[in-house]
């Protein structure tokens, strides 16, 4: 190594400081003491004080699994991560992190591979929209180069010149697996074919790796993103005890290790420091044995839960046009949605010529959009990502499910991800087999996400502002295609009341002016408006008086509306556009029977069929349940 004397014994005392800890980890696991699991860097401490001690405050780092000195490097916090990884309240997440899930200030960190890139693009393009100067760094290892997101992102990190720098810490081995088994090419490769400015380092030369470390982090703050490789080597095993390496190659990287070789030639120094930490981390052991563990009731919430003469997609831009012009935080996202184009559906039409710099287009890749979004909503803007067609909401789950929806209690409610996703879906329009899915059944019941089906009987723009302006976590709204051309407000229908509740997603309830409902028909989102058209048919079927109840808010579900009027009716049909196998319908279900159970006469389920939607009109007629309501009702009934 060049010039050790330009590397200050207070770098290698947050070094030893950062191994010292990790080692802790291992001892207080093996004691009981730490529940789950821990992945130490022990050997890679310098990769993490050379890109932290080069950062501005307020700058933000988003990490992986292999966290721990990534997060003492930027946040100083060692008590509050030991606390952490003892489970206890008063860790850095209230103990519900652990060790792989950690926020603290401008400090990020999850354990999925690969989708974290993506959320910190969000808050670099965030942070560049602000025009404040900041950077943001993501950490990601050898491994997480096998993760197509991680491209999708260089390319759009590229081609909006975001303020992110990416580093890739090589430690030759992706949990067990060697380099050489798992990854083909070469790495630098990878982003220059993005145009991304790369650097490369080792953790053996701490000279050129600080060096390294301020001109990658200088080029990233210039907004252009950069990729710095940092090859290193981790001196434990993957996590606990499950390492299969070679023990000679091991026993040459221990030897090899710059923290060692400093310490072995400074006996008298290492040993202050040494005393020194020791010092610290037992103290804090001690005081932390007796903190209690975050409560029950802290962490689960207890709050349990006119007319227009427009058409919906038209309610729906104007929504967008007037919150835009006046909170410059709201942002629209998503494919060919600038003008004069507007979206494949037109929601977005003539948003970017009124609003340039708040409407962002972007390459196919929801994936990557997804995680983009998400940490713009982290950094305290508004967006609202668009999917082009609901079919294609699969390639965004990684960022529903393990990030978006996490961050508030993995976190423990320290941050919120107020991000909006939404996206046409439905049959109707003869689009086919993968443009034509009701997907509603994918996205209920995820933790901390809300989901909204909306109707053409409301209004869409009262529900897009009641969202804009209560919602704190994730929403998925769901839009029918077909609906888009109608025309929303209240429904003329003779002998029945319509009537919309006071709820934030409200209901609608559709009764019988004299008669005595004597049966309830659930449904929600496209297929409402079907059954509304189709109520007299219904009753010269079965012969029972209807009442229809349409929902707005599908997940979490009020099932309270639906048990009123089966109080009275005793008899239940739940009408989707979805295939009813495992779908709302056989929640709606389940929840009746958890609360009527012998006091329900019947209670089925009306959905398609199980087959993908065919885009030949007759078939796709056959499939879904929109034109034969009535027959399949008095079948179920009958």
Not at 35 to 41: A, L, S
Not at 147 to 159: D, H, Q
Not at 337 to 366: C, D, M, Q, R, W
Not at 606 to 619: D, K, N, Q, R, V
């Amino acid at each position: 190594m060049k010039n050790k004397s330009k590397i200050s014994n207070s770098v290698y005392e947050e070094a030893l400081l950062i191994r010292r800890v990790e080692d802790t980890f291992l001892e207080i696991f093996s004691e009981g003491k730490l529940n789950g699991t821990v992945h130490t860097c022990s050997g890679q401490e310098f990769s993490a004080l050379s890109i932290s001690s080069n950062m501005d405050k307020g700058d933000y780092i988003f990490s992986n699994h292999r966290c721990h000195g990534h997060y003492i490097a930027h946040t100083g916090d060692v008590k509050g991560l030991i606390s952490e990884l003892m489970g206890k309240k008063s860790g850095a997440c209230g103990g519900i992190g652990s060790s792989q899930h950690l926020f603290n200030g401008n400090f990020y960190s999850n354990g999925i591979q690969g989708g974290i890139v993506p959320v910190a693009a969000g808050v670099a393009l965030a942070e560049k929209q602000k025009n404040s100067g900041k950077i943001v760094v993501v950490f990601i290892g050898d491994g997480t180069l096998g993760e197509g997101v991680v491209y999708e992102t260089m390319n759009i990190a590229s081609l909006l010149n975001l303020p992110l720098h990416i580093v890739c810490e090589n430690n030759m081995y992706a949990q067990s697996t060697s380099i050489k088994n798992n990854l083909a090419g070469n790495i630098l490769d990878r982003p220059k074919a993005f145009g991304i400015k790369t650097f490369h380092s080792n953790t053996w030369d701490l000279e050129e790796l600080f060096v390294n470390a301020k001109k990658s982090i200088t080029h990233a703050r210039t907004n252009q993103p950069a990729f710095h490789l940092i090859d290193t080597y981790r001196l434990n095993h993957h996590s606990k005890s499950d390492d299969k390496r070679d023990e000679k190659e091991v026993k040459k990287y221990i030897k090899k290790d710059t923290l060692n070789i400093y310490l072995e030639k400074n006996p008298k120094l290492h040993k202050s420091m040494l005393n020194k930490i020791e010092g610290v981390i037992s103290n804090c052991i001690d005081e932390l044995d007796s903190h209690k563990e975050l409560s029950v009731e802290s962490y689960i919430d207890q709050n349990y839960i006119e007319d227009t003469n427009e058409r919906v997609v038209t309610r729906i831009n104007s929504f967008f046009h007037e919150n835009m012009g006046k909170d410059k935080d709201l942002y629209f996202i998503g494919e060919d949605v600038l003008s004069p184009y507007g979206g494949a559906f037109k929601v977005a039409e003539n948003l970017s010529a009124k609003y340039p710099n708040n409407v962002i287009s972007t390459p196919i890749s929801e994936g990557a959009i997804s995680g983009i979004v998400n940490g713009m909503a982290l950094a305290g803007l508004k967006p609202y990502l668009e999917i082009m067609f609901g079919d294609f909401i699969t390639l965004a789950m990684d960022q529903i499910i393990n990030h978006a929806s996490k961050f508030h209690h993995m976190y423990n409610k320290q941050i919120s991800c107020p991000v909006v996703i939404r996206t046409p879906m439905g049959g109707g329009r003869g689009y086919g087999p993968t443009h034509s899915q009701t997907m509603d059944k994918f996205l209920v019941g995820i933790d901390n996400v809300t989901v909204i089906a909306l109707n053409s009987v409301m209004d869409p723009k009262k529900i897009y502002q009641n969202i804009y302006e209560n919602e704190k976590h994730p929403v998925i709204v769901i839009e029918n295609k077909v609906d888009y051309g109608r025309f929303c407000g209240r429904q003329k229908l003779n002998y029945f009341t319509i009537e919309q509740s006071t709820h934030l997603y409200p209901v609608v309830k559709c009764s019988p002016k004299i008669d005595i409902p004597e049966l309830t028909m659930v449904t929600y989102g496209g297929i409402s408006q079907d059954v509304i058209d189709s109520v007299y048919d219904i009753f010269k079927e079965v012969d029972l008086v209807p009442e229809i109840i349409i929902l707005s808010k599908i997940s979490p579900l009020d099932i309270q509306p639906v048990l009123d009027s089966l109080n009275i009716t005793k008899r239940l049909i739940v009408i989707e556009e979805g295939g009813k196998d495992f779908g709302i319908g056989a929640e709606i279900v389940a929840q009746v029977v958890d609360n009527m159970g012998s006091e329900i006469i019947f209670a089925k389920r009306i959905g398609a069929l199980p087959f993908p939607i065919p885009s030949s009109e007759s078939l796709e007629n056959y499939v879904l349940p929109n034109t034969t309501l009535a027959k399949d009702i008095f079948r179920e009934v009958s």
